[in-house]
């Protein structure tokens, strides 16, 4: 059963532009990957995302993902955060949508911009988000137990 908090507090509307994109390198050797960024995605209205996993798409498209960072596909280097910042910083965030089927959470931006925070483990935090009013929702703590 969904929490009540989550089924009623999303869509959220923010309505704020994006002060500032963080990110956060964590390294893991294998021979599909180098690692991964999360990210943290700050608002001018004070709310405030966490993401440990995610992709942002553009026009529909699929731009960049956590999973990126520094793949070497016949040119320089990935830097996300650095695509990522370029992409966000400065532009509008609508609204935070949540998918309960899946615990993914979703910004949305005009111009069909997208960065979707992807709940990938039932235990673990994959995202935060943190509302204007101070309210904190957890991508493991959407369904009661």
Same mark, same amino acid.
Request: proline fraction near 3%; include cysteine; aromatic fraction near 10%.
């Given at each position: 059963?969904?929490?009540?908090?989550?089924? %009623?507090?999303?869509?959220? *509307?923010?309505?704020? @532009?994006?002060?500032?994109?963080?990110?956060?390198?964590?390294?893991? %050797?294998?021979?599909?990957?180098?690692?991964?960024?999360? @990210?943290?995605? +700050?608002?001018?209205?004070?709310?405030?995302?966490?993401? @440990?996993?995610?992709?942002?798409?553009?026009?529909?498209?699929?731009?960049?993902?956590?999973?990126?960072?520094? %793949?070497?596909?016949?040119?320089?280097?990935?830097?996300?955060? +650095?695509?990522?910042?370029?992409?966000?910083?400065?532009?509008?965030?609508?609204?935070?949508?949540?998918?309960?089927? %899946?615990?993914?959470?979703?910004?949305?931006?005009?111009?069909?911009?997208?960065?979707?925070?992807?709940?990938?483990?039932?235990?673990?935090?994959?995202?935060?988000?943190?509302? *204007?009013?101070?309210?904190?929702?957890?991508?493991?703590?959407?369904?009661?137990?």
């Amino acid at each position: 059963m969904i929490r009540d908090e989550y089924r %009623t507090d999303f869509p959220m *509307v923010m309505d704020s @532009a994006v002060v500032s994109v963080r990110g956060e390198f964590n390294p893991e %050797t294998s021979a599909l990957w180098n690692g991964w960024v999360s @990210a943290n995605v +700050a608002l001018h209205n004070g709310a405030d995302f966490d993401f @440990a996993f995610w992709r942002l798409l553009v026009g529909g498209q699929l731009e960049v993902t956590s999973f990126d960072h520094q %793949t070497e596909l016949g040119g320089p280097p990935i830097d996300v955060i +650095a695509e990522l910042s370029a992409a966000l910083t400065g532009r509008i965030c609508r609204r935070a949508e949540l998918d309960v089927a %899946t615990g993914d959470l979703k910004l949305v931006f005009d111009d069909g911009v997208e960065l979707q925070g992807l709940r990938l483990r039932r235990l673990y935090e994959d995202w935060e988000a943190r509302s *204007v009013g101070g309210m904190s929702y957890w991508s493991n703590m959407i369904r009661e137990k």
